[in-house]
């Protein structure tokens, strides 16, 4: 696959994913998107509020990357690396909407750090406006990443410096993370529905 392709195509992604969240999500109550399906799983806001914790290291990084190495060519082949091919294909849902498998979360990333209790009340004002500046500014660096060379810049993951991704790796995994919480959202959204 060529960079403006991965690009383009992370960018009608971003897109889908921002759609859905204001179709399904948005028009919703407060206390239905607090609401945990059943007790130990997240909230429709729960998932929404970790991506809004686990993706916001990408985009900066990614923002402080995407003119380090300007004027690569627009035609480059996207190079998937080890690391980035395993992360993807470990987190980005199957075309049929399966989720690969289960992955721990990173205790920094957790919205919530008893996930037993009752969910505490997130604002639902603060965390939609986090979500959709966040997907605005991922918009905005898909553009600005037509001109880096994707697979030369490295961006450091969020476990630290010791994994670093390829940029074309790195977005296919956030889009992917993106999609991936997207669905269990939605998940959690229609197990409440039955439940109420």
Not at 27 to 55: D, M, Y
Not at 81 to 92: F, T, V
Not at 165 to 177: E, P, Q
Request: hydrophobic share 35%.
């Amino acid at each position: 696959m060529d960079k403006l392709s991965l690009l383009q195509t992370a960018r009608e992604e971003t897109k889908a994913i921002l759609q859905t969240f204001e179709q399904v999500f948005e028009p919703q109550t407060e206390g239905v998107l607090n609401q945990r399906p059943r007790p130990g799983k997240w909230s429709v806001l729960e998932n929404i509020e970790h991506l809004n914790l686990a993706c916001r290291i990408y985009y900066t990084e990614i923002e402080k990357k995407v003119d380090s190495r300007p004027n690569a060519d627009a035609k480059q082949t996207a190079k998937s690396g080890p690391i980035g091919r395993l992360a993807i294909n470990s987190i980005k849902p199957k075309p049929d909407g399966t989720i690969p498998r289960p992955m721990p979360t990173i205790p920094g990333f957790k919205p919530s750090k008893k996930l037993e209790a009752p969910a505490s009340q997130l604002s639902k004002e603060k965390v939609i406006q986090q979500f959709k500046a966040d997907q605005a500014l991922l918009l905005e660096l898909l553009q600005q990443a037509e001109s880096a060379d994707i697979n030369r810049t490295r961006i450091v993951s969020s476990i630290g410096p010791i994994i670093q991704f390829r940029l074309g790796d790195a977005i296919r995994f956030l889009v992917g993370h993106n999609q991936r919480h997207m669905i269990q959202a939605k998940r959690a959204l229609e197990r409440v529905r039955v439940d109420s």
